[in-house]
């Protein structure tokens, strides 16, 4: 599966920006994605991640509140709503995606896309 993030881009503190992430080759609506984000100089960390149906989601503690993960399986595409964006929340942010449910989700995924940068000015 290729997974192609976009929607990134510079926002001032206390707005919002919202990912999307296409899944092309072979889909299947029975992919768990995610979202991991890099920040300069510091470790790739875990943003939050969705099960097949969409009816269950993991986030990060330092996100939760502020980020909401949602899919639309007839488009196989994956969004991430982020609002009341901090300075801290700048990194690059990946599309991920991986055949299996569950906590181990947040030490990462079979697969990976290319990252998409957000920048939030102070």
């Known amino acids: 599966v290729q997974l192609q993030a976009s929607g990134g881009g510079l926002v001032q503190a206390g707005g919002s920006l919202r990912l999307s992430c296409a899944a092309s080759g072979r889909t299947r609506s029975s992919y768990v994605m995610g979202w991991f984000r890099q920040a300069p100089g510091k470790e790739r960390e875990f943003v939050g991640a969705?099960?097949?149906?969409?009816?269950?989601?993991y986030y990060a503690d330092s996100v939760k509140g502020r980020f909401t993960i949602s899919r639309d399986n007839a488009k196989n595409t994956v969004y991430l709503q982020m609002d009341n964006l901090k300075p801290e929340d700048t990194a690059v942010y990946y599309c991920?995606?991986?055949?299996?449910?569950?906590?181990?989700?947040?030490?990462?995924?079979?697969?990976w896309g290319k990252g998409t940068l957000v920048t939030v000015s102070s």
């Open positions: 969705i099960n097949w149906s969409g009816g269950s989601t």
């Open positions: 991920t995606a991986d055949t299996s449910w569950g906590p181990r989700v947040r030490s990462g995924m079979d697969y």
